[in-house]
Nanobody
Framework: QVQLVESGGGLVQPGGSLRLSCAGS????????MNWYRQAPGKEREPVAV???????NYASSVKGRFTVSRDDAKSTAYLQMNSLVPEDTAVYYC??????????WGQGTRVTVSS
């Protein structure tokens, strides 16, 4: 059974940092690009970052230079290091593969709130 479990969210002040984790199970984690998405209140879910199976990464323009995505295939875990957070980063963050997203499977996400 496929599972994606996000963790590490919370309340942080503007300018602060958080590190999100995503533990995958029930599938061959190392064979999939791992994407991070976020959904802000009242908005559609949007892609944030991706860590490919080739070791490359890519970012949305809104987070480039502030967020760093990584993965540890031995632990079947992906990470999203978020620095210099701003209120606009407030959202529920999800990790997923494109394949699972296309069939409508999503984890529960982890909520990030950036507020003073």
């Amino acid at each position: 059974q496929v599972q994606l479990v996000e963790s590490g969210g919370g309340l942080v002040q503007p300018g602060g940092s958080l590190r999100l984790s995503c533990a995958g199970s029930g599938f061959a984690f190392s064979k999939y690009a791992m994407n991070w998405y976020r959904q802000a209140p009242g908005k559609e879910r949007e892609p944030v970052a991706v860590a490919t199976t080739f070791g490359t990464t890519n970012y949305a323009s809104s987070v480039k230079g502030r967020f760093t995505v990584s993965r540890d295939d031995a632990k079947s875990t992906a990470y999203l290091q978020m620095n210099s957070l701003v209120p606009e980063d407030t959202a529920v963050y999800y990790c997923n593969t494109e394949q699972f997203a296309n069939i409508g499977y999503w984890g529960q996400g982890t909520r990030v709130t950036v507020s003073s």
